[in-house]
């Protein structure tokens, strides 16, 4: 079989360049998360106390949505490829299901980084300041990788899963929907309390923490770790997932 990681970065390539030729997708994925950062900032910011600057509380949260949306544009163009026939062509060139995904999944992590930057320096233009040194703003900057890697990996299982590109796109609506009832935008304490539960513990609240923490040097426990074991989990299930997928649909 052809040499996974080379097929994997090829893959990734034609990914990239589809992207090029889709401008209104790009912008629109590039764009949305930092509109919405913006919006929450300065329609909604003054109208809840996090204790300290709002801009300083949701900038996490902003990137981690940021990557909902990314991981969204996946899912479809994972879906759009098992139905245009491309994956017959592939297979002759005796590229294997999981090369095929991973240069999906490579040029999602690609574009995610580029969008998180744009949120990051957009928030910094509008006061947001980081007191993170060289090693925790490193640790922030791995475990946000490690989060966007796990989710265009669900993404590409949710494109697997879905038969036309419009159900992948509301299949990934929960990923989407996922920072919303977390410590994202309001502290989890100000939720109803039978809401308590659900954003205590699901995958996103660590994450948040976590980078909320390093970036602000402030004391984050445990939560990296736990974190780093969601992250983990996630993508060692949606990869093998995606695998035993990819050889039912292309049977």
Same mark, same amino acid.
């Given at each position: 079989?052809?040499?996974?990681?080379? !097929?994997?970065?090829?893959? *990734?390539?034609?990914? =990239?360049?589809?992207?090029? #030729?889709?401008?209104?997708?790009?912008?629109?994925?590039? $764009?949305?998360?930092?509109?919405?950062?913006?919006?929450?900032? &300065?329609?909604?910011?003054?109208?809840?106390?996090?204790?300290?600057? &709002?801009?300083? &509380?949701?900038?996490?949260?902003?990137?981690?949505?940021?990557?909902?949306?990314?991981? *969204? !544009?996946?899912? %479809? !163009?994972?879906?759009?490829? $098992?139905?245009?026939?491309?994956?017959?062509?592939?297979?002759?060139?005796?590229?294997?299901?999981?090369?095929?995904?991973?240069?999906?999944?490579?040029?999602? %992590?690609?574009?995610?980084?580029? !969008?998180?930057?744009?949120?990051?320096?957009?928030?910094?233009?509008?006061?947001?300041?980081?007191? *993170?040194?060289?090693?925790?703003?490193?640790?922030?900057?791995?475990?946000?990788?490690?989060?966007?890697?796990?989710?265009?990996?669900?993404?590409?299982?949710?494109?697997?899963?879905?038969?036309?590109?419009?159900?992948?796109?509301?299949?990934?609506?929960?990923?989407?929907?996922?920072? &919303?009832?977390?410590?994202?935008?309001?502290?989890?304490?100000? $939720?109803?309390?039978?809401?308590?539960?659900?954003?205590?513990?699901?995958?996103?609240?660590?994450?948040?923490?976590?980078?909320?923490? =390093? =970036?602000?040097?402030?004391?984050?426990?445990?939560?990296?770790?736990?974190?780093?074991?969601?992250?983990?989990?996630?993508?060692?299930?949606? %990869?093998?997932? *995606?695998?035993?997928?990819? #050889?039912? #649909?292309?049977?």
């Amino acid at each position: 079989m052809t040499a996974a990681p080379g !097929s994997a970065l090829a893959l *990734a390539g034609r990914s =990239l360049r589809i992207s090029r #030729r889709q401008p209104d997708a790009l912008i629109t994925a590039l $764009m949305l998360p930092v509109m919405l950062m913006l919006i929450f900032v &300065y329609f909604f910011g003054g109208a809840i106390d996090t204790g300290t600057a &709002y801009v300083t &509380y949701v900038v996490p949260g902003a990137m981690l949505l940021c990557a909902g949306f990314g991981a *969204a !544009s996946t899912a %479809v !163009s994972v879906t759009e490829d $098992m139905k245009n026939g491309v994956i017959d062509r592939f297979r002759t060139l005796d590229i294997g299901g999981i090369p095929i995904l991973a240069g999906h999944v490579t040029a999602s %992590v690609l574009r995610n980084l580029l !969008s998180t930057t744009l949120v990051l320096a957009v928030a910094l233009a509008i006061g947001f300041r980081p007191q *993170a040194g060289p090693l925790a703003f490193l640790a922030a900057a791995g475990l946000l990788l490690a989060y966007i890697t796990a989710i265009s990996w669900l993404a590409a299982v949710l494109g697997l899963l879905a038969k036309s590109p419009e159900a992948a796109g509301g299949f990934t609506f929960l990923m989407m929907f996922l920072p &919303y009832p977390s410590s994202a935008f309001v502290p989890i304490e100000t $939720m109803p309390g039978w809401l308590h539960g659900f954003a205590d513990h699901q995958p996103l609240t660590p994450v948040i923490e976590s980078l909320r923490a =390093l =970036l602000l040097a402030q004391p984050a426990g445990n939560a990296p770790w736990v974190a780093l074991t969601w992250c983990a989990g996630i993508t060692v299930v949606a %990869v093998t997932l *995606a695998g035993v997928l990819f #050889r039912g #649909r292309t049977r």
